[in-house]
């Protein structure tokens, strides 16, 4: 079982910064892959990037790429989600999933045009 609790969302200007953070319990965080959706309203969750379990391999989606940066610190049972150059339409509730089963309650993040 892990337990996952987003944070470090906000309001930001087009073009700002935001820097999400997972924090996860249980003691085998570390051997999944984790993951960031996110999910706007009146539309469906969608990927947003993913890091392996060893941090050393990371995927985004097309949208995101060259603007978000996933990482991870197994030590702190903890995921990131770094959001740079941000866009109205990056704007969504932003979840973090482990292993493709656990959900976090999610973060809201608005950006003002």
């Known amino acids: 079982q892990v337990h996952l609790v987003e944070s470090g969302g906000g309001l930001v200007q087009t073009g700002g910064s935001l820097w999400l953070s997972c924090a996860a319990s249980?003691?085998?965080?570390?051997?999944?892959?984790m993951g960031w959706y996110r999910q706007a309203p009146g539309k469906e969750r969608e990927f947003v990037a993913s890091?392996?379990?060893?941090?050393?391999?990371?995927s985004y989606a097309d949208s995101v790429k060259g603007r978000f940066t996933v990482s991870r610190d197994n030590a702190k049972n903890m995921a990131y989600l770094q959001m740079n150059s941000l866009k109205p339409e990056d704007a969504a509730i932003y979840y973090c999933?482990?292993?493709?089963?656990?959900w976090g309650q999610g973060t809201q993040v608005t950006v003002s045009s």
């Open positions: 249980g003691r085998t965080f570390g051997t999944y892959v």
């Open positions: 890091i392996n379990s060893s941090g050393r391999s990371t």
């Open positions: 999933n482990v292993g493709g089963t656990y």
